[in-house]
């Protein structure tokens, strides 16, 4: 079975332009969750994604969104990047959200903005 | 709210001799607790996770977790390390109230040496 699939796996942008990063579960997965992870913030949540519907979602600004579609496929969006939006995206999907279902992790899209 | 945290940036310890990762959490009601590991430019991979039952969990690789409800830790152990145990290893922490956001500690770094 295929794991969790990202890509682009690795991008360059600029200040000021916008990014999609995409994400396909495992198969038979529907809950699609997204982190981002930096050396001095860690891993942190950004948002989730259950049956199309957002679920949960962490402490970014607007200008961090995301979407889910009918076959669970996931895509990110960060409009308006800025210098700290450089950063390793990780995707993850488990069979159902919650509880002790268990997050299988993408390899990430590794984001520079210069 | 939930929080993990890791005490050690980083654990040396020499190939053959038994690994202590330290992990603890605060979480209101029941936890659900995970390890993962990181290598250089990959994602996270599961090791293991605690649900309730046994204290004692294993998991991938010769991994196992001790859960200690008292004092409120987490701690990830293997007997006999392996130069290839090398990583980063994350422990993280979901409660019930939290739909799939898995609340993940600072990392600790282990280096293994020959």
């Known amino acids: 079975k295929a794991g969790v699939t990202q890509t682009p796996r690795y991008l360059i942008k600029t200040r000021g332009q916008q990014v999609t990063l995409s994400c396909s579960p495992i198969?038979?997965?529907?809950?699609v969750s997204w982190y981002q992870q930096t050396p001095g913030q860690g891993l942190q949540f950004l948002f989730e994604?259950?049956?199309?519907?957002?679920?949960n979602k962490g402490n970014f600004p607007g200008r961090f969104s995301g979407r889910q579609f009918s076959n669970s496929r996931s895509e990110m969006n960060v409009s308006t990047l800025e210098l700290g939006d450089s950063a390793l995206y990780l995707c993850?999907?488990?069979?159902?959200?919650?509880?002790?279902?268990?997050?299988?992790f993408g390899a990430g899209t590794r984001l520079s903005v210069l | 709210a939930q929080s993990v945290a890791q005490p050690e940036d980083q654990v040396n310890v020499a190939e053959g001799n038994p690994l202590t990762v330290k992990c603890t959490y605060s979480?209101?009601?029941?936890?659900?607790l995970f390890w993962y590991v990181q290598y250089p430019n990959r994602g996270l991979q599961f090791l293991l996770k605690?649900?309730?039952?046994?204290?004692l969990v294993k998991g991938s690789y010769g991994f196992e977790a001790e859960f200690n409800k008292s004092q409120t830790s987490f701690h990830l152990k293997k007997p006999s390390a392996l130069v290839s145990d090398s990583a980063l290893y994350f422990c993280?922490?979901?409660?019930?109230?939290?739909?799939?956001?898995?609340?993940f500690g600072a990392g600790t770094q282990v280096v293994v040496t020959p």
């Open positions: 993850a999907s488990s069979l159902a959200a919650g509880g002790a279902n268990i997050q299988y």
């Open positions: 979480v209101s009601g029941n936890p659900y």
């Open positions: 198969s038979g997965h529907r809950s």
């Open positions: 605690y649900i309730t039952g046994d204290n």
């Open positions: 994604y259950f049956s199309e519907t957002q679920r």
């Open positions: 993280a922490v979901r409660d019930t109230d939290s739909w799939g956001k898995l609340q």
